[in-house]
């Protein structure tokens, strides 16, 4: 079975190379733009390595970018957690502390998960200056809590759907009440469960571009608003903004790597079993 | 004694009060000022000219220069209306002069009346007069022009209209009479880009159709869309359309441009920030590696679009605002800012040495033709109309059929209370 | 028991905060929304402190599906039904498809799974910015084939104008009948074989009784437009759900491998035992195991079908009818042409739409709690 060169093994790493060149496609020419100097950008010539490597599009972009990266780490970080452990709590009493009604409200967060971002911008907008939270980094943290809310929800109570109730059931006659029923059984549990939605949430908060650039200030603004600055305009210099997406996307996607079997783990966990 | 006493009082309480007025001049602005606008990328240094000045005037003010690219504008857009909408003004921002701005903010009321500002700096003798009466209302003045564009101007490049054996053609009709002899010989006889310019080309055409009279007469409510002479405007259009290139919607405007410095077309209508283009990075020679002429059948007529900045009501540092739309409207200021924009200032009074050969030009043309508003860059109509003149366009483009642009137009222009 | 209904008590209040949270910052906002639709505010004077807001009822929603200015959203509705179905066929199946191949356990599984994966973690600014390079016909794809002596390809991509399964929005009527009527055909096929009586009483039947009605009778049905409109498959979202495919199916691959991987191996040696083939486990054991993935993968992908503005702004910019979409549509309403109203009815029209998906998903949980 190991070694053998079937047909069908042919079949497999080719049909895999085909896609994983499919999906690196797009990656390769964003390396390879950034390293280029801005005369040899051009579309003709987008697929061809760069004659002369210009490593200052990378020093460039950090320069330009380093405020508007701290500000998107402590945005996300900050609403991821807050996110996923309210997500964690609200999943907990969904599943497990089913009271009169606690099916419809489920049913009317699931809804919450539907709203583009741009339907409620201007609500939204004036809610958070009447709470005086307009322009920094807190109104947006808020703002993202809020909003991961369903889907943190719903993740978990899928995921806390599959621990036995007998586990419960045997905590309780043990005398624990809620909250220690949570803390010394369920939430050692939850490990999966939190690398599946922080993993999203970090995602979707790192990458997110509109209520960015509307409710902060300047000061504040997260890296997806430094990066279209970069990107916007008449005539760009294009290595800028992909050594620029590039910086951008390295947190994400360190944690994809080194996390990427937990989460599927988590998924597993959450996913199956309804 | 005491009357004495009392006058030298007077006296030297009344020169205290003459004083304070001088002192209170010589104050430094402090504080922020906040500049919304989206200039970025290639425009970027020409704000950055502006902004260099103020600073040089006003050393202590912290300028917070928060531009919002995007979108063509459209994300600065949103940006500027939750924050309005919400109650926290920018200082002063970017808007084209004429309806965008008048029907978007004057007519909202949200907007500080200048012209106790234009009066002061003297700006009524300087800018055209034409120019005033279109970016005001009879209620007042509204925004600081920083510069001048051209909408209406033809480009080509005179060596290969001279391998060709044509002429820059004057009238519409003498462009249908040359373009069959460039199609043959495989050019295009006209570059068009993406969407928009088509709105910027229709402009071009529905004026050499209409006449100057009947453009205004468009805009102020006197003539109806859906009249004959509108209904001829588009007919034209459509011809005009047929001698443009198929991949029309795939190009940007520096593409279509492209085109005709390749030779693969004849002619681009486009706005003067071509010459820009062509001029800063292509290098061209305006005169040698390019040429222009007014757009055909709009000789003498200079249809303009301006960027300007006004003073919104409830701007948190409105001293700071105010000095920010002097330099702008100032002579240092516009010639700072424009030789490097490429464009020209309002002033009738700038320094033409510091402009190239065909901003020279421009504004010679600025000074003694007849000055009429574009509507694909905010003078002639509002938001509203704009919005929904870009979805008129999509349908004409699909369909060709002038009689129901016409229509469509004039039910917009209902809605929209064009001239009302 | 008493400390039951303490327990109970502490359960409520932790949930109490959340509830507010969404109640307010999106049933508030909902409602809000919903009250703006029925208004006339746009227009002049939209900006002002104090704009003035007439209620209007429905018009704003009337004129969207039956005005002339309305066209432009008619299409991109039309793009937005194609845009989901064609992600959700694109992103389930090509991530089923990698799923299965790298259930193999081929060498290399891991960097793989990385390489499927990352697509995800990236903004759609570079998305958007890098997928535009490769689709621009001048350069990117078309001129690949170049590198391999082949000629280059010619399609336009995001600047086609082509439209394919092109219909009249006046016979719209009619049109949402047939389909209709189709699919009940076809799921009463496919449940024939299982519980025949039932296919034919519930769907069969009915699908056939309403496609022979509209055929004999369509021309009674009312027009649903005053003139002739027509819309179709526009050629050039195939670069927008190529690139929204590309970055999702990442996420449906996890979430199968997740399944497969949950599959004991004795079911699976089992079925192997019993003579299925490679092809015939995945088919008939396997895949049938994971609707609920299934299920939720079509959730989550319609969560996300929402978040495909961010990516056609990026890609086409706003200004692109070809490749519109009402979310666009409500941006630059709201924010272009200052009609406030008229775009809050867009947007709910678009949450009406998008909500659509989780109803059959609410019924069949509430189905399954009534079973077990």
């Known amino acids: ?274 | 004694m005491k009357k004495a006493l009392a006058k030298i009082l007077i006296v030297f309480v009344a020169a205290l009060m003459l004083s304070v007025p001088l002192t209170a001049q010589a104050k430094q602005l402090t504080g922020d000022l906040e500049i919304f606008s989206w200039w970025a990328g290639d425009e970027g240094p020409a704000l950055q000219a502006l902004i260099d000045i103020y600073k040089k005037q006003n050393p202590k003010v912290n300028v917070i220069n928060a531009t919002v690219t995007g979108g063509s504008g459209v994300n600065a857009k949103a940006v500027l209306k939750t924050r309005m909408l919400g109650g926290e003004p920018p200082d002063s921002f970017q808007v084209h002069a004429g309806q965008e701005l008048i029907g978007t903010w004057v007519k909202a009321d949200r907007m500080e009346d200048l012209t106790p500002l234009f009066k002061e700096q003297g700006w009524m003798n300087v800018f055209p007069e034409g120019l005033v009466k279109l970016i005001g209302t009879d209620k007042g003045i509204w925004s600081v022009p920083v510069n001048i564009h051209r909408s209406n101007v033809m480009w080509y490049v005179p060596a290969n209209l001279k391998k060709w054996g044509v002429d820059a053609p004057k009238t519409w009709d003498d462009f249908f009479a040359i373009a069959p002899k460039l199609k043959a010989k495989g050019v295009v006889p006209l570059a068009l880009a993406q969407n928009w310019t088509a709105n910027h080309l229709w402009e071009s055409v529905a004026l050499a159709s209409l006449g100057a009279d009947n453009w205004d007469a468009l805009w102020s409510g006197k003539l109806k869309f859906d009249s004959p002479e509108g209904v001829k405007a588009w007919e034209l259009f459509g011809k005009v359309l047929e001698y443009t290139n198929a991949d029309a919607s795939s190009l940007s405007w520096q593409q279509a441009t492209d085109m005709v410095l390749d030779g693969r077309a004849a002619f681009n209508v486009m706005g003067d920030w071509a010459a820009g283009y062509m001029f800063t990075t292509k290098k061209l020679v305006p005169g040698k590696g390019f040429g222009w002429a007014a757009s055909p059948g709009t000789g003498g007529e200079f249809m303009f679009l301006a960027d300007s900045f006004g003073l919104p009501k409830g701007a948190p540092h409105p001293d700071n605002a105010k000095a920010w739309l002097k330099v702008l409207g100032s002579k240092e200021g516009s010639d700072a800012f424009n030789p490097i924009k490429g464009s020209i200032s309002a002033r009738t009074d700038s320094d033409l040495s510091k402009y190239n050969d065909y901003l020279k030009s421009a504004a010679a043309d600025f000074g003694k033709d007849r000055v009429v508003g574009s509507l694909a860059h905010g003078v002639a109509a509002n938001e509203t109309f704009m919005g929904g003149f870009s979805s008129v366009m999509e349908m004409f483009l699909k369909s060709k059929n002038a009689e129901n642009a016409a229509k469509a137009c004039q039910q917009l222009a209902t809605k929209s209370k064009i001239g009302m | ?372």
């Open chain 3, 1 to 372: 028991m008493q400390e039951a209904s303490r327990d109970r008590l502490k359960a409520f209040l932790t949930l109490l905060p959340s509830v507010v949270l969404i109640g307010v910052f999106v049933y508030g906002f909902i409602g809000e929304t919903v009250w703006t639709s029925m208004t006339d505010w746009g227009g002049m004077g939209a900006l002002a402190f104090e704009p003035e807001k007439n209620f209007v009822g429905l018009d704003n929603y009337v004129e969207l599906f039956t005005g002339f200015l309305g066209g432009g959203f008619r299409q991109d509705l039309v793009n937005a039904v194609y845009y989901s179905i064609m992600l959700l066929v694109g992103a389930v199946g090509l991530g089923m498809f990698i799923a299965i191949l790298l259930d193999q356990k081929p060498k290399g599984e891991d960097v793989l799974r990385t390489i499927f994966l990352y697509p995800m973690s990236l903004s759609f600014i570079v998305t958007g910015t890098i997928w535009r390079w490769l689709l621009a016909p001048q350069g990117g794809v078309n001129i690949l084939p170049t590198y391999v002596g082949m000629e280059p390809m010619t399609f336009d991509w995001l600047s086609s104008t082509a439209a394919i399964l092109e219909f009249n929005w006046q016979n719209l009527f009619s049109i949402l009948l047939y389909v209709a009527s189709f699919i009940m055909i076809m799921v009463g096929l496919w449940i024939l074989k299982h519980d025949s009586r039932r296919a034919i009483k519930r769907w069969l039947g009915p699908g056939i009784i309403i496609g022979a009605g509209v055929w004999l009778f369509g021309g009674l049905l009312p027009e649903a437009l005053f003139m002739e409109e027509t819309h179709g498959f526009n050629m050039a979202t195939l670069g927008i759900i190529m690139a929204t495919v590309w970055q999702y199916s990442g996420y449906t691959m996890a979430l199968y491998l997740a399944g497969f991987n949950g599959i004991s191996q004795d079911l699976r040696d089992a079925a192997m035992l019993d003579g299925a083939s490679e092809f015939g486990y995945y088919r008939y054991v396997a895949i049938p195991m994971l609707k609920p993935i299934t299920i939720s993968a079509v959730i989550i992908l319609s969560h996300i079908s929402l978040k495909m503005f961010d990516l056609i702004f990026a890609m086409t910019g706003p200004d692109n009818a070809e490749t519109g979409h009402p979310a666009l549509n409500m941006y630059l309403t709201t924010f272009r042409s200052n009609e406030f109203a008229k775009g809050a009815a867009i947007a709910i029209v678009l949450f009406l739409v998008a909500a659509m998906f989780i109803v059959p998903y609410l019924i069949g949980q509430y189905r399954q709690r009534g079973r077990g």
């Open chain 1, 1 to 274: 079975m190991t070694n053998r060169i079937t047909l069908g093994s042919v079949f497999l790493y080719g049909t895999l190379t085909i896609l994983a060149l499919f999906f690196l496609m797009p990656a390769y020419m964003t390396v390879v733009t950034a390293l280029k100097l801005p005369i040899d950008i051009n579309l003709p010539t987008s697929w061809e390595f760069p004659a002369v490597i210009n490593w200052a599009s990378f020093s460039d972009a950090i320069g330009i970018l380093k405020p508007n990266f701290i500000n998107s780490l402590i945005l996300t970080v900050c609403a991821t957690i807050g996110s996923t452990v309210l997500g964690s709590l609200n999943g907990y009493v969904f599943s497990k502390w089913k009271f009169k009604g606690s099916d419809i409200i489920f049913t009317l967060f699931l809804f919450g998960m539907f709203i583009p971002y741009q339907v409620i911008l201007i609500p939204l907008f004036q809610t958070l200056r009447a709470m005086n939270l307009y322009g920094g980094l807190p109104g947006l943290i808020l703002a993202h809590i809020v909003y991961g809310l369903p889907i943190t929800s719903l993740i978990f109570r899928n995921f806390y759907s599959q621990i036995p109730t007998a586990l419960i059931e045997s905590g309780r006659l043990d005398g624990a009440g809620f909250f220690s029923i949570y803390w010394r059984i369920v939430f050692p549990l939850s490990i999966p469960g939190f690398v599946v939605t922080s993993l999203w949430q970090f995602t979707q908060i790192w990458n997110e571009f509109l209520w960015g650039i509307c409710l902060t200030r300047h000061a504040d603004n997260p890296i997806t608003v430094g990066l279209a600055q970069l990107a916007g305009g008449q005539a760009v210099s294009w290595n800028l903004p992909m050594a620029g997406s590039i910086m951008a996307a390295i947190p994400v996607l360190c944690i994809y790597i080194f996390l990427g079997r937990y989460f599927i783990r988590g998924l597993l966990a959450g996913s199956v079993k309804e």
